[in-house]
T-cell receptor
Framework: DAGVTQSPTHLIKTRGQHVTLRCSPI?????VSWYQQVLGQGPQFIFQ???????GRGNFPDRFSARQFPNYSSELNVNALLLGDSALYLC?????????????FGPGTRLLVL | QKEVEQNSGPLSVPEGAIASLNCTYS??????FFWYRQYSGKSPELIMS????GDKEDGRFTAQLNKASQYVSLLIRDSQPSDSATYLC?????????????FGQGTILTVHP
């Protein structure tokens, strides 16, 4: 079975530009979460979507937005890019079984803002 | 106080030794706890999940949870050079969506031959 997929794998943008990152969850998973990981730190939660509805939002500015599609894939959009947005962006899909939830991460998109 | 804190690294152990990684969390309502391994340049990979007090063993890995002390640890027995990676402790805080993981800053582990 295919795992979580993300595209693109790498991206270079300049300040002020906009970027769209894409994620496809594991087949059967209805929840997608987005994280930002800067070098040397643990991932920081950005958003969670379940059944196309936002279920959680982290402490990120309104420049960050996301959505989930009927096939459960998701997009993360970042407007007006800043140098500090350079990071690894991770998508994770989740399943809950017996009250326990497990998140599996995709390979990530490495964004560099110049 | 950070929500999830891990013992400062880097941690270096000889091959065959036991590596001990520690993590404390601030939210007493937390119910779900995870250890992820992240190789340089790669994404986090789930190693262990634990939900109840006590020990949980999976091969060379043992996770330990003590909710009263708000403490979770990971022991790696018979450490191998291939275990060299950053280990991330993650928690789902109480009262939050199950899709929100809160991570520690990670502990870099090096296993030397």
């Amino acid at each position: 079975d295919a795992g979580v997929t993300q595209s693109p794998t790498h991206l270079i943008k300049t300040r002020g530009q906009h970027v769209t990152l894409r994620c496809s969850p594991i087949s059967g998973h209805k929840s997608v979460s987005w994280y930002q990981q800067v070098l040397g730190q643990g991932p920081q939660f950005i958003f969670q979507y379940y059944e196309k509805e936002e279920r959680g939002r982290g402490n990120f500015p309104d420049r960050f937005s996301a959505r989930q599609f009927p096939n459960y894939s998701s997009e993360l959009n970042v407007n007006a890019l800043l140098l500090g947005d350079s990071a690894l962006y991770l998508c994770a899909s989740s399943q809950t079984s017996g009250g326990a939830t497990t998140q599996y991460f995709g390979p990530g998109t490495r964004l560099l803002v110049l | 106080q950070k929500e999830v804190e891990q013992n400062s690294g880097p941690l270096s152990v000889p091959e065959g030794a036991i590596a001990s990684l520690n993590c404390t969390y601030s939210d007493r309502g937390s119910q779900s706890f995870f250890w992820y391994r992240q190789y340089s340049g790669k994404s986090p990979e789930l190693i262990m999940s634990i939900y109840s007090n006590g020990d949980k063993e999976d091969g060379r890995f043992t996770a330990q949870l003590n909710k009263a002390s708000q403490y979770v640890s990971l022991l790696i027995r018979d450490s191998q050079p291939s275990d060299s990676a950053t280990y991330l402790c993650a928690v789902i805080p109480g009262g939050t969506s199950y899709g929100k993981l809160t991570f520690g800053q990670g502990t870099i582990l090096t296993v030397h031959p």
